[in-house]
């Protein structure tokens, strides 16, 4: 698997000058409190790897890559990988730059606040790939694209409809028995989730014909 | 001879193309030339060879059942396939320091060698690579982790004759080790009748013959004659036939044969493209 995240880093470092600009903007405007830069840097972790499977899909390297050893196997392996290392660092950047921002602006440091932030960003961006990359595997990056907007449209319609018909009070009932453990339960429900996604991924890719 | 590839009753159906009973063998320490007209079947039968369609039938590697033993295999098979490769973003270097980790005798050394001699600058992206020079590294990358079986499908198109002069050489040097073995399918029929031990020749789906190079060159042989000598040759006497405007054409499998039969005169030496004109537009 190593192989094929050395060949996905390779992807990304052509692209570094234009990941590091991007950076460096959004944490300018973070800065300046134009925008709430908490979700853009780790969202733009999951874009950075759609643009990998762009070059991926252009030169057939799927293709290819089955006929390397374990190639099926730890193509996809590697992208989950490759992705929440991507992830995690780039939530790990924009955490800094909370407490960077923080510090500069004096308003004390919050630790428990920006962690439990940061922690749902992580959980929102996870949302994006668990849904995504199956997507991706089955019917292609092109299609994947429009795929995004059906389930970014689909939670937003799903979460509004549920929110009429049902009373939320009931639900955030029913969940206090968790008020001290809520945070091992949404880590918990990510892995899960994302180890599903990726076990769903992988077989479509065990069973796909190139 | 001990057999490096075995495809037994190969069967993959599509929509608007089949293989059917695609069955030949690969020697040890031979190249074998698979040649046929586009669309014939030929890339299909390498993706199976590669299990990257599913198919019917059965195919041993090595001695090894191809879906069984994929890691096995794979780990000593050299590839270059038809505009399949890394993506064009990164450079020689990325794919040398990717590929030590994916294949347990990746050879670094080897790979600069090749890109060394190959003339490629191991800094520069694949994307500013012309045609010919991406083949080129396709190709160091095929041999540069030291494969039993090269499975190459058109290695050599897009390339000017000193470059597939130079590849050839590297696969004649290649196939000095007894151990290995080459399938090659090529347009180039030229570069087949230079390096190639055998000829296996598919047309619609179908193996019309899989034989040693020199049989086919040697006992074929193409008889020019005119209508009425045509017209007295019987059926069975020849394979394929085509008229022209000054006469006739006849695919004979036995030119020794036919000669004494017939007491002619013109029979010339059959080259691998009038083998395919002839077995694919000819009539029988």
Redesign the interface.
């Known amino acids: 698997m190593?192989?094929?995240i050395?060949?996905d880093l390779?992807?990304i470092?052509?692209?570094f000058k234009l990941i590091a600009l991007l950076i460096v903007v959004y944490s300018i405007m973070g800065f300046s409190g134009e925008m709430d830069f908490s979700f853009i840097l780790p969202f733009m972790a999951v874009m950075i790897m759609m643009s990998?499977f762009s070059?991926?899909s252009?030169?057939?390297?799927d293709?290819?890559a089955?006929?390397?050893?374990?190639?099926r196997k730890?193509g996809v392996r590697s992208k989950y990988v490759t992705t929440l290392l991507f992830i995690l660092i780039m939530a790990i950047i924009t955490m800094i730059l909370s407490i960077g921002m923080a510090i500069t602006k004096g308003v004390g440091v919050n630790m428990e606040m920006i962690l439990l932030t940061h922690l749902g960003t992580i959980f929102g961006t996870l949302l994006v790939l668990i849904f995504l990359y199956p997507i991706i595997y089955k019917f292609g990056l092109e299609r994947a694209r429009v795929g995004i907007f059906i389930v970014v449209f689909g939670i937003v319609i799903i979460g509004g409809l549920v929110s009429k018909v049902v009373d939320l009070s009931n639900i955030f009932d029913f969940l206090s028995f968790l008020e001290n453990y809520w945070v091992i339960a949404i880590i918990l429900t990510a892995v899960i989730m994302t180890y599903t996604s990726y076990r769903i991924a992988l077989s479509i890719q065990m069973k796909k014909?190139? | 001879m001990q057999n490096i590839l075995e495809i037994k009753n190969l069967c993959k159906k599509y929509d608007n193309f089949e293989l059917k009973d695609v069955s030949f063998s690969l020697p040890k320490g031979a190249i074998m030339g698979f040649i046929g007209e586009n669309g014939a079947g030929k890339t299909t039968t390498i993706?199976a060879i590669?299990?990257?369609?599913?198919y019917q039938g059965e195919i041993t590697i090595f001695g090894l059942d191809n879906r069984q033993y994929?890691?096995e295999i794979?780990?000593d098979?050299g590839?270059v396939?038809d505009?399949?490769?890394?993506?064009?973003?990164?450079?020689p270097n990325?794919?040398s320091?990717?590929?030590?980790?994916?294949?347990k005798n990746w050879d670094s050394k080897l790979f600069n060698d090749y890109l060394k001699e190959f003339e490629l600058l191991p800094n520069k992206?694949i994307k500013t690579f012309s045609k010919g020079m991406r083949k080129k590294l396709e190709i160091a990358v095929a041999l540069s982790h030291h494969p039993k079986l090269l499975i190459l499908d058109e290695p050599t198109s897009g390339l000017d004759p000193i470059a597939r002069n130079e590849i050839i050489d590297i696969f004649q040097k290649y196939i000095e080790n007894e151990e290995c073995s080459i399938l090659l399918s090529s347009h180039i029929t030229t570069d087949l009748e230079h390096i190639a031990d055998y000829i296996t020749f598919i047309n619609n789906g179908q193996i019309l013959l899989s034989k040693t190079k020199d049989e086919l060159l040697d006992k074929y042989g193409i008889v020019k004659c005119s209508e009425k000598e045509f017209k007295n040759m019987a059926k069975g006497d020849y394979l394929k036939y085509r008229k022209n405007k000054y006469g006739y054409e006849v695919l004979v499998e036995d030119k020794r044969a036919f000669k004494k039969k017939y007491n002619s005169e013109v029979i010339d030496k059959m080259t691998l493209d009038d083998l395919m004109v002839l077995m694919i537009k000819g009539a029988e």
């Open positions: 190593i192989g094929f050395k060949k390779a992807v470092k052509s692209n990998s070059y991926d252009y030169n057939k390297w293709a290819y089955v006929t390397l050893p374990d190639g730890n014909e190139f | 993706k590669l299990d990257i369609i599913k994929d890691r794979k780990e098979i590839v396939l505009d399949m490769f890394f993506p064009e973003i990164i450079t990325d794919i320091y990717s590929l030590m980790s994916i294949y992206q």
